[in-house]
């Protein structure tokens, strides 16, 4: 068999369970030094590597998603922090496909396992960042918001600034929110856009030093989803950050 031919064997032979021929044909590649079949191996234990290795060290504690969405008093139910449970699903959704015949399947399924790892990977670092926010010492805590919407954020020197949110609808089409930091007496900075879940809650983050002794307040406006230079609304969210 040609190296092109056993393109969908590779992620079946490093999760150990693929079948003969294929099986014996990669073998002899290998035993050959083939750099096309080593090279696509060494990326398929890499994978199966991480899939496994998900189940435990990257998932945030269930007490830091309580720390964060208790701030603003809201809980949530949803799967935004089911990191470890929807690894372990992709992983199970290969397995399923191989054992029930859908031998073919398997590479769409893995395709779709290597997206949901990047994802995950991307909202850990995210989280990582917010729980460095709250933890550091010298942070700082503004609170808006006495109907809708309301929330808190946390200012850090050193680390940021999060942003916490309830009761704000997400942005109809065409449209974002977009996070300022004020300076006293000065203009507005822009602080990055975000959107808001589908129930109300949202998290952003603009993380780096930031000069928290001259950082007057903090404001999120709804722009068009290119953003703005400066807010072109009223403020939907103004926190004043206290010294």
Not at 51 to 64: D, I, K, V
Not at 117 to 134: D, K, M, P, W, Y
Not at 153 to 171: D, E, R, T, W, Y
Request: glycine share 8%.
């Amino acid at each position: 068999m040609t190296c092109d031919e056993l393109r969908d064997e590779f992620e079946l032979y490093a999760l150990g369970v693929a079948d003969e021929p294929e099986k014996d044909a990669i073998r002899e590649h290998l035993g050959r030094d083939c750099e096309v079949c080593m090279a696509r191996v060494k990326e398929a234990r890499r994978l199966a590597t991480r899939l496994g290795g998900m189940a435990s060290p990257a998932a945030p504690s269930p007490r830091l998603r309580r720390r964060i969405l208790a701030s603003v008093g809201v809980e949530r139910n949803t799967s935004w922090w089911g990191l470890v449970a929807t690894a372990a699903a992709a992983l199970c959704l290969v397995a399923a496909f191989y054992f029930s015949g859908r031998q073919r399947d398997v590479s769409d399924q893995l395709e779709q396992a290597r997206r949901q790892v990047r994802v995950q990977t991307i909202e850990l670092a995210r989280l990582n960042e917010a729980f460095s926010i709250l933890n550091a010492p010298g942070t700082t805590v503004g609170s808006f918001g006495e109907g809708l919407p309301k929330g808190k954020v946390f200012v850090n020197s050193s680390k940021g600034v999060l942003l916490i949110a309830s009761n704000l609808p997400p942005a109809t089409a065409g449209k974002r929110y977009e996070m300022w930091v004020i300076p006293k007496g000065g203009k507005p900075v822009r602080a990055g856009m975000f959107q808001s879940e589908t129930d109300g809650t949202a998290m952003h983050i603009q993380p780096g030093p930031v000069d928290a002794t001259t950082l007057g307040a903090v404001a999120v406006t709804l722009e068009n989803e290119a953003g703005a230079d400066q807010p072109t609304s009223t403020p939907l969210i103004v926190a004043a950050i206290p010294q």
